[in-house]
């Protein structure tokens, strides 16, 4: 299995020596400090030395962290959809993406909590760059996605992580987790990038693709912040797009995002698994002759689960109606929700730029807008 050494996480008999390598590295001292205030430093380093398997470190210390982050910074994680999941069964969770580490975190703490397989996630090797967070990523059970490539390494790159994740899945039992589509959601438009499908799709050995897909075992996932604790930090790369500009980001910009989102407002987070795609599969192969139109049939089947799942909190209907200078959702908020939504607004945005403003309010509103084309009453 060594073709898989430049993008797989770490084997179990790895994880000891990694620990060893980062038990006294400055930033494993403030997580640890973090999720445990009144354990002395020699006690969690001691523990942290006799874990030799990424399930003990996931389970033992960032579950305990994830609990401390959601008591600090949220009103709590809800859910949905995980009671019709079977238990020592893997499944291909394909997600709406917010927050860089939260996303699949959360989604992990959450089958780990029902009693489920937990993921391994694809990640941007772009978000590892420095040493720790390799390592850190790497005892969670990240797997690289490999960016700034050519277009025949990325072809090349495209074909190993396919079968990366066909291994995975269909020979080690072990689920996935990638978003639907490369990297995080900025506008609240949740879209599903056929390309991502057909990338997952090259490991297929089968002249029906679909049928690959079935045998994956495709769960749409939708996750929803009531507050995005990285709403202002997207705001530069939407403005520089809606002025055709190309965005550079700063070379520290990927880890304030981390931090950001971990420690950010949240309030109340929601996460909503659908149905395993079976007979919506059936479906698009019996209306579809064409491969291409199949896996963009397949995308939008995704994209309407996704946003059929998403939970609306009063944070977007606010800004729905602000975006639209309607009272249409009044019944949804109160008005002291809509005063601290305001005052979010003008401290982060202030008045004096109506383009940002735009994009911030257009953030939270999209999510209503994509489920007012599926509904009349929400």
């Not at 495209?158 to 990638?178: F, P």
């Amino acid at each position: 299995m060594q073709k898989f050494d430049a993008i797989r996480p770490f084997y179990d008999s790895e994880i000891n020596e990694a620990l060893h390598d980062v038990v006294n590295h400055p930033m494993m001292k403030t997580m640890m400090n973090f999720t445990f205030p009144e354990v002395k430093d020699e006690v969690w380093k001691e523990q942290l030395k006799k874990t030799h398997s990424i399930r003990d470190f996931q389970c033992n210390f960032i579950y305990n962290t994830i609990q401390k982050v959601l008591e600090k910074s949220s009103e709590g994680l809800t859910t949905s959809g995980f009671e019709k999941l079977e238990p020592n069964t893997s499944y291909l969770f394909i997600s709406n993406h917010r927050d860089i580490l939260l996303d699949t975190t959360l989604l992990n703490v959450c089958l780990f909590e029902h009693g489920l397989v937990m993921t391994a996630s694809a990640i941007g090797d772009n978000l590892v760059k420095k040493a720790f967070l390799a390592t850190l990523a790497k005892l969670n059970r990240n797997f690289l996605v490999l960016r700034g490539l050519s277009p025949r390494e990325m072809l090349q790159s495209s074909k190993l992580l396919s079968e990366y994740m066909g291994q995975l899945l269909l020979r080690e039992n072990r689920s996935v987790w990638i978003a639907q589509k490369e990297g995080r959601t900025k506008d609240g438009n949740d879209e599903t990038n056929p390309g991502v499908l057909k990338m997952i799709g090259m490991a297929s050995d089968e002249e029906d693709l679909m049928n690959y897909f079935k045998k994956l075992k495709i769960v749409p996932v939708s996750i929803s912040y009531e507050y995005d604790p990285t709403d202002v930090l997207k705001m530069p790369q939407l403005m520089a797009e809606a002025n055709n500009e190309v965005y550079v980001k700063d070379k520290n910009e990927d880890f304030m995002n981390i931090i950001s989102g971990i420690m950010g407002t949240k309030k109340r987070i929601h996460i909503s698994v659908g149905d395993v795609l079976d007979t919506e599969i059936d479906q698009i192969v019996a209306e579809n002759d064409n491969a291409n139109k199949q896996v963009q049939a397949l995308a939008q089947t995704i994209d309407d689960i996704i946003i059929k799942n998403y939970q609306l909190w009063p944070t977007n209907f606010i800004a729905y109606d602000i975006l639209n200078e309607t009272n249409k959702f009044a019944d949804k908020y109160k008005e002291s929700e809509k005063s601290l939504f305001e005052r979010r607004l003008e401290m982060r945005i202030g008045s004096d730029n109506p383009v940002t403003r735009q994009g911030f309010l257009a953030m939270y509103a999209n999510p209503v807008v994509n489920k007012l084309k599926y509904q009349d009453v929400i």
